[in-house]
């Protein structure tokens, strides 16, 4: 369930869709992408001899998650107490980025609507906002519908993938001759793939196309994922997505 603070403490490991209430609303939240490691383990068999766990220990990477991505989606408009005034998110919302990556709530807007900088994230740039010694590893991203230029459905999604995928991929797309034992912070990769045939299944979309007045948020773990924009319309490009780096 989502608590009366806004913040989710839920069951790490729910089965298909499931109902409850916070901050007044009813919500119903989902898994995005079941049995995620499975799939990533299918997708690139050929590039895993040994197995997907062996090829993230040998990346010195967190395993990829089961489940990847929790949608939670509310029937009424809420504002949410997802951080405290020293930017520490809730340990009920880190247990479920813990569990399932990217957590997605829609029809919701944080508390302090402002309070955050402006990012355009280049197209298809799979890559980790914070270095490794930082504090803030946490990044949220928000679309505050009360901001003229986040009020309108976006043309460009942000998407996300666990951290053995850009690895994965960018071996692939190097015709199996890339180090797999490199991982870096960045990748520019899936740019000649038939990207939208992996939606919903290697790569989750946050597309930030609800309707006009409801608000979007998104966060993740620099740690386990990566993310990047998703450039729809190249003509029309990107938008600043609200961004804020929490504890």
Not at 35 to 58: M, T, V
Not at 63 to 74: S, T
Not at 131 to 142: D, L, V
């Amino acid at each position: 369930m989502i608590g009366d603070d806004g913040i989710a403490a839920l069951q790490l490991e729910p089965k298909g869709t499931f109902s409850g209430r916070a901050a007044g609303s009813p919500f119903e939240a989902k898994i995005a992408i079941p049995q995620y490691a499975a799939r990533i383990e299918r997708h690139y068999a050929d590039l895993l001899p040994h197995g997907l766990k062996a090829a993230c220990n040998a990346l010195g990477i967190a395993p990829a998650f089961d489940n990847f991505g929790l949608i939670v989606e509310f029937e009424q408009p809420v504002e949410l107490h997802l951080y405290d005034s020293d930017l520490v998110i809730g340990d009920d919302l880190r247990r479920a980025i813990d569990a399932f990556g990217p957590v997605v709530m829609r029809n919701a807007h944080v508390h302090e609507r402002g309070k955050c900088q402006h990012n355009i994230f280049p197209d298809l740039r799979f890559h980790t906002d914070r270095g490794g010694s930082q504090p803030n590893q946490i990044s949220m991203y928000t679309r505050d519908c009360s901001d003229p230029v986040q009020r309108e459905p976006r043309t460009s999604s942000t998407i996300f993938i666990a951290n053995a995928v850009g690895p994965l991929q960018a071996k692939r797309e190097a015709n199996g001759n890339a180090a797999p034992e490199d991982f870096k912070i960045r990748y520019d990769i899936f740019q000649a793939a038939p990207l939208d045939q992996l939606l919903g299944d290697i790569v989750l979309d946050q597309p930030w196309t609800a309707s006009t007045p409801v608000g979007e948020i998104a966060a993740i773990d620099n740690r386990t994922v990566l993310h990047a924009s998703y450039y729809r319309n190249q003509r029309a490009g990107g938008y600043a997505i609200g961004t804020r780096y929490l504890i």
